[in-house]
């Protein structure tokens, strides 16, 4: 586990937000916990994984976090992924993906960053939400970690960059999936998005795919997103 | 429109159920009307197409039926198809589907049912269910009907038996769509399916596909298609 730092918790509308910052092999991950004011002990918790050129707070995650927090009592957390936010070092988004190491490492901040979460809150139950780049880290993440028992992916296939490491571990993703695709998807290939989604082992899987481009996800589907990893963390 | 009769009605925990009949072109459809007892006036209409080898008051159309009314006030009918249930010759399915006007047939069935169901009952907005066989009529039906605001479809494909029909007709389905596949349908061949979908012209569609053969919807997905069509004729 790395060294962890929390920040001042502020509040908006019944949701508690506290930024962290962990050490870990030398890399400084920073991090955001968001929260129900009112929530139990021991809340469940969902990994929110941003996508490319996003951080750790962009609009939709802050969303996210915002609706799990009031509508279904559940934490949450993102870290900067690398490359990205806090963590921008103006290295181009290949150039940081192309790394021999980065997926390791990448894999290491989460868990580094879950255990810290884990050790604070001790949450019921756990899941992980990531499309796109989210998934580029949440398929490596949701194989390496067991404590996710849900996963809400997609927006990604097996590509130039990431087929090696993300063909490898899919099959070693086995908990309930739900995998969006953006059917006339400009910059994810449709059928390795199918391939991606085929290679999961998970017995409980479905794909949604939707019409439209990468960024055109129907606010409904993004809504219910958030419905579908309650039902199973809330249970 | 054709004529009808109509049989006595039953009630089962507050739904209604009357048999109904229709003579049109020489042919006899018998089918179905199920409503909530409390229902609204011009309460919102499905048709619910049955697949292959069931018939209009096989398990699952009944138990759609059951929770449409009961869930959401929304009343359905269903008819038996071309060569099933009230209406089997002993004639087998690939030559029943295989006759030139068939198509033109079953559509016009399902017009002057919905025609003299309408009459009675002027519900205030109609949808389409049907799976599987319930595709093969679901298609032509949405695309001759401009009534129909909203359909569930799946488990077809572009096939040897239907391909030309449907082929023609998807691109003239517009409404709001929920398109279900399974991954491994040993009936339908996957890319089929999804070239199905593709086709339909719908600005709103969604795709789910979960692992598992033709018949092993999940239950969860199963009853999901209620609340789909109850989204968008209940609004």
Redesign the interface.
């Known amino acids: 586990m790395g060294t962890m730092q929390w920040a001042e918790t502020t509040e908006s509308r019944g949701v508690l937000e506290q930024g962290f910052r962990i050490e870990l092999e030398g890399r400084d991950v920073p991090g955001i916990l968001w929260r129900a004011e009112d929530a139990a002990e021991s809340a469940p918790l969902v990994l929110i994984g941003h996508g490319g050129t996003q951080h750790k707070r962009s609009g939709y995650v802050l969303s996210l976090a915002r609706m799990l927090a009031r509508h279904h009592g559940i934490a949450s957390f993102a870290i900067d992924g690398p490359g990205h936010g806090e963590r921008s070092t103006g290295e181009d988004f290949e150039t940081t993906w192309a790394r021999d190491s980065i997926y390791d490492e990448m894999v290491a901040d989460w868990r580094a960053a879950l255990d810290a979460v884990v050790a604070e809150q001790a949450p019921s139950s756990i899941g992980y939400w990531g499309l796109s780049m989210g998934t580029m880290m949440g398929v490596p993440v949701v194989a390496a970690e067991p404590r996710i028992q849900v996963a809400l992916l997609g927006l990604m296939g097996f590509g130039r960059l990431n087929g090696d490491r993300l063909r490898a571990d899919a099959p070693r993703v086995s908990c309930p999936v739900r995998f969006l695709?953006q059917?006339d998807d400009e910059l994810i290939d449709r059928q390795g998005g199918?391939d991606l989604?085929?290679a999961l082992s998970?017995?409980?899987?479905?794909?949604?795919?939707?019409?439209g481009r990468h960024s055109a996800v129907?606010p409904q589907?993004f809504r219910d997103t958030v419905g579908f990893l309650a039902a199973y963390l809330t249970a």
Chains 1, 2 share one sequence.
């Open positions: 695709l059917w199918l989604f085929a998970s017995e409980v899987k479905s794909l949604h795919a939707n019409p129907p589907e």
